[in-house]
T-cell receptor
Framework: KAGVTQTPRYLIKTRGQQVTLSCSPI?????VSWYQQTPGQGLQFLFE???????NKGNFPGRFSGRQFSNSRSEMNVSTLELGDSALYLC????????????FGEGSRLTVL | AQTVTQSQPEMSVQEAETVTLSCTYD???????LFWYKQPPSRQMILVIR??????QNATENRFSVNFQKAAKSFSLKISDSQLGDAAMYFC????????????FGTGTRLKVLA
């Protein structure tokens, strides 16, 4: 069974630009979550989608948005990029059940210049 | 709000020795899950071990075991017979048992294994 796939793996943007990151979950997983990982801050929860509905959202500005498609694939978008948005963005999928664990992708490393 | 604290930014252990990573958390919930995730250098994060709060018995997975102290809100990870492949960032995480799949992670502990 294929794991969680994130694209692109690496990208460089400049301040003010926008970026879209993609995540394909494990087949059969209906829940997709996004996390921002930065040194010293650990992983910060961005949002979680289940069956195309956003179930929860973290404390990030409105520049961060996401969506989930009917095939469970998810995208997140960051508009008007700031230097502080440089981070590893991790996607994780889950069956969404009580005992379900998170399965992570390798992440998309965003550098904002 | 729930919080997870890992007070050890970095730990070192000799190969074949035992090491314990600490984690404390704060929550008013009674039903929840606790996890330890491992993130090897430049590789994806994987689940090491999971503990359900309503289970008193400490979880064990081969060389990995936890010491879960619910009243003290403590959840430490013990790695026995440490191997070079255990070198990684270890994250402690919390999740409510129902209603949300929002995980709260600690800031991580970098484990170095010395040959």
């Amino acid at each position: 069974k294929a794991g969680v796939t994130q694209t692109p793996r690496y990208l460089i943007k400049t301040r003010g630009q926008q970026v879209t990151l993609s995540c394909s979950p494990i087949s059969g997983h209906r829940s997709v979550s996004w996390y921002q990982q930065t040194p010293g801050q650990g992983l910060q929860f961005l949002f979680e989608y289940f069956s195309e509905t956003q179930r929860n959202k973290g404390n990030f500005p409105g520049r961060f948005s996401g969506r989930q498609f009917s095939n469970s694939r998810s995208e997140m978008n960051v508009s008007t990029l700031e230097l502080g948005d440089s981070a590893l963005y991790l996607c994780a999928s889950s069956q969404g059940r009580r005992h379900g664990e998170l399965f992570f992708g390798e992440g998309s490393r965003l550098t904002v210049l | 709000a729930q919080t997870v604290t890992q007070s050890q930014p970095e730990m070192s252990v000799q190969e074949a020795e035992t090491v314990t990573l600490s984690c404390t958390y704060d929550t008013s919930e009674s039903d929840y899950y606790l996890f330890w995730y491992k993130q090897p250098p430049s590789r994806q994060m994987i689940l090491v071990i999971r503990q359900e709060a309503y289970k008193q018995q400490n979880a064990t997975e081969n060389r990995f075991s936890v010491n879960f102290q619910k009243a003290a809100k403590s959840f430490s990870l013990k790695i026995s017979d440490s191997q070079l492949g255990d070198a990684a960032m270890y994250f402690c995480a919390y999740r409510r048992a129902s209603g949300t799949y929002k995980y709260i992670f600690g800031t991580g502990t970098r484990l170095k294994v010395l040959a």
